[in-house]
């Protein structure tokens, strides 16, 4: 039988408590994350609510649909067919984690990754001609 997340044993990589913020979408491994005060420097510069980060279960985190940030976690692997990539973003190439492959109607593929530009985390679905697999070592 199954169990619920707050019963099963966190997973590998990853901390029993986590730090989110209300308008985030990641977790953070400790409230004073780089990344986490980017995010909220970002949204205090676009004029919206900027939100104390609170402390929970990890387990809740991850309830709540959240992903774990790439610079608190770098070597966290949600599931066993994640695998790190290259990401085209404009003109450069940046690290990133491939979570799905997906193929369209029209044969073309797609992918579901998460990458770090200019300190902010995006997860985004790329074409098949904007992700590369990451050099051997990655």
Known sequence: MGQC???????????ASVY??????????S???????????R??????EVHTPERVPVADAMARGRGACIRCFPGYRPTVDTRPCLVRVGRQWVRGL????????????????SYVVD????????????????????
């Open 98 to 113: 491939l979570t799905e492959w997906r193929r369209s109607a029209d044969g073309r593929w797609s992918g579901v990754v």
């Open 43 to 48: 949204a205090a510069r676009f004029g919206r």
């Open 20 to 29: 989110t913020t209300r308008g985030g979408s990641v977790f953070h491994r």
């Open 5 to 15: 997340g707050h019963c099963k044993p966190v997973p590998r990589g990853l901390c």
């Open 119 to 138: 300190g902010e985390q995006t997860t985004a679905v790329k074409g098949q001609d904007d992700l590369r697999p990451a050099p051997t070592g990655s």
């Open 31 to 41: 409230e004073s994350c780089e990344a986490l005060h980017d995010g909220q420097r």
